[in-house]
């Protein structure tokens, strides 16, 4: 696997930024506190369960499926939420795979083409976030190498564990500023794996 560069740490998203991306209706933030959980070892076999689903509904249209996130992570606390990177050959051509997934019961959430052309979906419930990439994408290879960085680092997980609690308390209705307040640390980490 080819390493991607670090990426840059950027400020909280503003709440135009957050609506800009937002598809549809849904909310641009959190209606409950953000809640770090201990590791659930059910997390692997739901993300078993939703790859399932996933290759059911696109077959060959699916380039790569990963569990990522920090649920991908044994022993790792987290949100109750199932991240997956799903790669498609073009992630900006929706009508060749959202309608599948859709029917599957994913609904479009998030339009970011500036950023990857980055796509994501979530189930009814928003117990998963299926993020979608185009190929050789720079930060579907920064998940895997963190995700695996960290299975592979103890120290390297506790620490980001603590980093995500301080973030849930010090930001609990703001998931833009929960996830600026991990950038340091995340980026860190990845800097310890390989990243320049």
């Known amino acids: 696997m080819r390493l991607p560069p670090l990426p840059v740490a950027a400020p909280a ?13 849904r909310p641009t933030e ?8 201990e590791y659930d070892p059910e997390w692997p076999a739901r993300f078993a369960r939703e790859e399932d689903r996933i290759r059911a509904a696109l077959g060959d249209r699916v380039l790569a499926l990963d569990h990522v996130g920090s649920t ?3 022993g790792l606390p987290a949100k109750d939420r199932v991240d997956i990177d799903l790669i498609v050959a073009d992630p900006a051509d929706e009508d060749a ?8 019961g994913y609904r479009l959430a998030t ?6 052309e980055h796509r994501a979906l979530w189930t009814a419930t928003h117990d998963v976030n299926l993020h ?14 963190f995700r695996d ?6 120290a390297d997980r506790d620490r980001y564990a603590g980093v995500k609690r301080r973030a849930a308390a010090d930001h609990p209705m703001s998931m833009a500023g ?5 950038a340091a640390v995340v980026i860190a980490i990845l800097r310890r794996a390989g990243l320049v």
């Open 178 to 182: 929960y996830v600026a307040a991990k």
């Open 97 to 104: 795979y959202v309608p599948a997934l859709t029917a599957a």
């Open 72 to 74: 991908a992570v044994p």
């Open 111 to 116: 339009r970011e083409p500036d950023w990857y």
């Open 149 to 154: 960085h960290l299975r592979a680092h103890p």
């Open 132 to 145: 979608v990439f185009g190929p050789d994408c720079d930060e579907h290879l920064r998940h895997l190498i």
């Open 30 to 37: 959190v209606s409950q506190p953000i809640t770090v959980s």
């Open 13 to 25: 998203l503003t709440p135009e930024q957050m609506a800009r991306r937002a598809v549809g209706d």
